[in-house]
């Protein structure tokens, strides 16, 4: 059903300004330590939210953190509905871990990708890109990433909906030649390297665990081990059963 408060930005960002505000009164009034409120649900919290409400002025409330009725209606609706949890899933780091602020090493870029490999050679990348500069005040922090997770995996699921994976492998996939073509890029990095200039080298070498681990992540003994076995069981069963006597072919017994 549609939310009876129409989406929009003004909606959203003072319901998720006021939820911020409730959600650090809860951590005061039950004494908890900032690292600890990542632990928190959204149902403990609209819950708290729904028995206390009461408790604060309204006009008060609205002025001390800046926000219009529009606000207040739209998160009583939240309360009321049993999708409320639901709804606050995906801005849940914004709300658990808004107190962190900005980082000290600021981020330049964050990129999210799944990697789609078929036996036949053939490649895709599902790709998210978001530069700090698209952000308002060009600031990635803890929260907000943590709220980009949730979107990227959308993004994938999406693709996966609208065009399945014979059709990503028919409509986008590239021939890639499996393993060897790889090796042989990889080993012509490491003849090329030390041609280049020396300040230059750890940073290439860098980049080359950085391009291995993105697409061909390195395996455990354990794991490798159990890997040869998986896939020596699934060629056995790929196999054609041998021929044997059977019916009339058997003979006089």
Known sequence: MPDPIPPSKQR????????????????????????KSVEYLPEYLLEWIFNNLGHYDRDQ??????????ALDFLTEI????????????VWPLITMAHRGDPRHRVKLLS?????????????????????????GGVINDAFLGSQVAKAHGVFMRQLVEDTLDGMHDKYGTPMGGDYPFEVLMGSFLK?????????HDHLKAYMRLIQSLLRPALTPQ???????????RRAADQPPPD??????????
């Open 12 to 35: 959203d960002e003072e319901t998720l300004r006021l939820i911020q505000y409730f959600f650090a009164e809860m951590c005061q009034a039950e004494g908890t330590p900032p690292e």
């Open 61 to 70: 409330v609205k002025q001390q953190i800046g926000v219009s009725d529009l």
């Open 79 to 90: 309360l009321r509905s049993t999708g409320g949890p639901l709804m606050l899933a995906p």
């Open 112 to 136: 999210f990708s799944m990697l789609i490999t078929w036996d036949d050679g053939v490649a895709f990348p599902v790709t998210v890109s978001l530069p700090a500069e698209m952000m308002e």
């Open 192 to 200: 090329i390297i030390p041609q280049l200039k020396p300040e230059l």
């Open 223 to 233: 794991a490798k081990q159990r890997l040869e076995y998986l896939r020596a069981k």
């Open 244 to 253: 044997t006597p059977g019916g009339w072919d058997l003979g006089p017994g």
